[in-house]
């Protein structure tokens, strides 16, 4: 078995390490992560010193990032790096895109000047006649100018069947409340979901992570709420909901989720199984991942959803939300008013399969991807639920 353990001769990056304080105003930031246990790192780390040299441009900075290292953890979760060799590109303080594996020179200079255009016109729609040295004033201008009070960050994965629903719904109920946006972390999706959400207004962050934590990372990490209100893609939010969740917050609350049903229709068994066991979810402070609410500094003081594991992230979070509230005098607080989510894998698997892939993700604490095909695997047609609301027949 090969050993990972770190020397002092192993390979070091020629590239500069990330310091969280020091790069926080970067206009254009590109970020290698890397492990030294990694050989394609090298090759990485090289070409990315090629592009430098080739592009001359000194307002672009490139950092190195060790993911073995527990002070970078808290990066590599925002994020939402999953794989090595990784490269991110963070423009004005928000994460854009993240490139997986060795990319050959041509394409990273195509990439990072892709970006580096991105970043000069943020810049001048802002403020015109700013440096491009310089855009973290154009992006407080921006956000200023923006008034956003509230983001809701969707993470999707194929859902153009369902997410222009969830978006309505999110519209129609924060109508008239406060100043909002609607962030789609589009996890890879090969079905048309980013058109879909585009159409419907909703600002797309891409990624390609195939892990919820991470993607849910991406977007909150592209979101410029001081609230962020967290919405599964098949899931619709009433506005009683919104509405309870406002108060609450208003009332000093810094985190909670809300009680959750199903869309019609519902298997007997769900009928009967489903009440007690979601009560004594919410007995335990505890919120289906469909709908999860805290304040930004909330989020960023827990560092995110756990991207360590591919399943039970919402409860993780909860329990760290809930150490944080407690920390400032508050508690994680579930409010009554239900929102709606489908109940598509409850119309699509037995009772048998879902309770299955539940102790299974248990037994392996959410960190083996291979025993959750309900979750991750090829989706199922739901052909009862499309019948009830009139969707017709799925794409292939």
């Keep these: 078995m090969a050993d990972h353990t770190r020397t002092s001769e192993q390979w070091r990056p020629s590239l500069p390490a990330f310091d969280a304080e020091a790069d926080a105003d970067h206009d254009l930031l590109l970020i290698h992560f890397w492990a030294s246990w990694n050989e394609h790192d090298r090759q990485m780390d090289a070409r990315l010193l090629a592009v430098r040299e080739r592009l001359g441009d000194e307002s672009i900075v490139f950092r190195s990032c060790d993911t073995d290292d527990r002070k970078n953890w808290r990066i590599v979760q925002h994020c939402g790096v999953v794989s090595l060799p990784t490269l991110v590109a963070i423009v004005c303080g928000d994460v854009h895109e993240l490139v997986v594996g ?19 016109a943020i810049i001048k729609s802002v403020q015109p006649g700013l440096p491009t ?27 153009a069947l369902l997410i222009q629903r969830t978006i309505r719904a999110i519209c129609d109920a924060a109508r008239g409340m406060r100043s909002f946006e609607i962030v789609v972390a589009d996890d890879a999706s090969e079905d048309g979901t980013v058109h879909v959400a585009e159409d419907c207004g909703a600002r797309v962050v891409r990624t390609n992570n195939r892990n919820i934590a991470a993607t849910r990372n ?34 000093g609350v810094v985190a909670g989720g809300s009680a959750c049903w199903f869309d019609e229709p519902l298997p ?25 609410f805290c304040t930004r500094a909330a989020f960023d003081a827990v560092g995110g959803f756990d991207a360590s594991v591919y399943g039970g992230e919402e409860v993780l979070m909860a329990r760290a939300l809930d150490r944080y509230s407690k920390s ?8 009554p008013e239900p929102i709606i989510s489908s109940g598509r894998k409850l119309r699509t698997h037995t009772a048998f399969e879902l309770f299955g892939a539940l102790f299974r993700s248990a037994w392996y604490k959410g960190k083996n991807r291979a025993v959750m095909d309900v979750w991750y695997g090829e989706r199922r047609v739901d052909s009862e639920g499309m019948r009830e609301q009139g969707s017709g027949a799925p794409g292939e």
Excluded: M
């Excluded at 050959?104 to 991105?118: G, H, P, S, Y």
């Excluded at 977007?219 to 962020?228: C, E, K, N, W």
């Excluded at 967290?230 to 009433?238: G, L, R, S, W």
């Design 328 to 335: 400032v005098g508050q508690r994680f607080t579930i409010v």
């Design 268 to 292: 007997f068994w769900v009928r009967v199984v489903g009440p007690p066991l979601l009560w004594l979810y919410r007995q335990c402070r505890l919120t289906p991942g469909a709908y999860v």
């Design 133 to 159: 040295a310089k855009c973290s004033s154009a992006r407080a201008a921006e956000s200023q100018d923006a008034g956003i009070s509230i983001s809701f960050v969707i993470p999707a994965f194929n859902e």
């Design 102 to 120: 060795v990319r050959e020179e041509n394409a990273l200079v195509v990439f990072i000047a892709k970006w580096r255009d991105t970043r000069n």
């Design 218 to 251: 991406a977007g909150a990490a592209a979101a410029r709420g001081a609230l962020l209100i967290f919405v599964d893609a098949d899931t619709v939010v009433p506005t009683a909901t919104l509405r309870q969740t406002l108060d609450v917050v208003e009332r």
